[in-house]
């Protein structure tokens, strides 16, 4: 198995410009989530997914968007990038929502924009 | 909001030593969790805590979840290379799910040749 799987690592925009982060599962995941990391600070959720069609806001949502046409995919939307939306993204997948589940995260997806 | 300090920030340790970390919560927890991050690459569970008092140890690492529900601790025994990286204490609140976690800034943990 791949686990959870991000795409692309880096990626640079400009000011105003969107783009779509993805993201990919093959454990058969229902529980789907955003996170981003700033330096000093801990994982904040952007979104969850508590399974496919079912999507919710998290602590940090504005300026980004999600969709969960299947179960295997949770792609991340930024409409109109803005520098602090700088910083680095994770997707996680869980089997359970609650109890002895752990979070499996994907590599990452460093993000600049100038 | 809840908040989790987790201290220290950064340790310089000579390979063998052994290391401790803490993390400190202004409201109590369900459940504290300690996950390690290597360079380049995401997060990944080391030991869960579920019950006040508990001490669970996975190798040479070893956490405990504190009496009072707001701390938790870390000590990794006679550290070698492999142990540099970032590690970070996370709580779950009573009700909250398992991907609605509180982090702490992480302790970055460094081996001096």
């Known amino acids: 198995n791949a686990g959870v799987t991000q795409t692309p690592k880096f990626q640079v925009l400009k000011t105003g410009q969107s783009m779509t982060l993805q993201c990919a599962q093959d454990?058969?995941?229902?529980?789907m989530s955003w996170y981003r990391q700033d330096p000093g600070m801990g994982l904040r959720l952007i979104h969850y997914s508590v399974g496919a069609g079912i999507t919710d806001q998290g602590e940090v949502p504005n300026g980004y968007n999600v969709s969960r046409s299947t179960t295997e995919d949770f792609p991340l939307r930024l409409l109109s990038a803005a520098p602090s939306q700088t910083s680095v993204y994770f997707c996680?997948?869980?089997?359970?929502?609650?109890?002895?589940?752990?979070?499996?995260f994907g590599n990452g997806t460093r993000l600049t924009v100038t | 909001g809840q908040q989790l300090n987790q201290s220290p920030q950064s340790m310089f340790i000579q390979e063998g030593e052994d290391v401790s970390m803490n993390c400190t919560s202004s409201s109590i927890f369900n459940t504290w969790l300690w996950y390690k991050q290597d360079p380049g690459e995401g997060p990944v569970l080391l030991i869960a805590l579920y019950k006040a008092g508990e001490l669970t140890s996975n190798g040479r690492l070893t956490a405990q979840f504190g009496i009072t529900r707001k701390d938790s601790f870390l000590n990794i025994s006679a550290s070698i290379p492999s142990d540099v990286g970032i590690y970070f204490c996370?709580?779950?609140?009573?009700?909250?799910?398992?991907?609605?976690?509180?982090w702490g800034a992480g302790t970055k943990l460094i081996i001096k040749p």
């Open positions: 454990m058969n995941h229902e529980y």
């Open positions: 996370a709580g779950r609140n009573f009700g909250d799910s398992n991907y609605q976690l509180i």
């Open positions: 996680a997948s869980t089997l359970y929502d609650r109890g002895n589940s752990p979070l499996h």
